[in-house]
């Protein structure tokens, strides 16, 4: 086995389960938006406490919808750029989460937030890599 085959199993296994554990933490949270009243996102400091309620379950509902693309972009290589912009927007998302959390003083865990935009950032750069693979970002 050559040394290039080996670092993309590796990077193949890496994107498998950093796509899986991000998906299921942005999926369950964005439930949690989506669906949870006033009361429960404030007891667990969800960032979007701070939004009207409306806006909050949109974010909540883009979270699951960002999310699925993700398990998508995962199995189908060609689709390999949905997974890299659908990373793009949970850093967004998380930058918001951040600075909401920051601003507000809510109890929300900024180091949370960190870890998640930076395993985000390594997967969005497996994407890439694997877009690549399939004939380039363009």
């Not at 938006?33 to 406490?49: C, D, I, N, R, Y």
């Not at 995962?74 to 930058?95: N, S, T």
């Amino acid at each position: 086995m050559t040394a290039n085959k080996l670092v993309g199993i590796l990077q193949l296994i890496v994107l498998v389960a950093l796509t899986l554990l991000l998906s299921a933490f942005h999926g369950f949270v964005g439930w949690h938006k989506a669906f949870s009243t006033h009361e429960e996102l404030v007891q667990h400091a969800a960032w979007t406490m701070h939004l009207p309620m409306w806006l909050g379950k949109t974010v909540g509902w883009t979270e699951m919808t960002v999310t699925a693309a993700l398990l998508v972009a995962m199995f189908r290589l060609r689709l390999a750029r949905i997974g890299f912009w659908a990373c793009m927007l949970f850093i967004v998302m998380e930058l918001a989460a951040t600075v909401t959390h920051y601003v507000t003083q809510d109890g929300g865990s900024l180091v949370q937030n960190a870890v998640s935009i930076s395993l985000t950032a390594l997967l969005a750069g497996l994407y890439v890599a694997r877009s690549r693979g399939a004939g380039g970002m363009a």
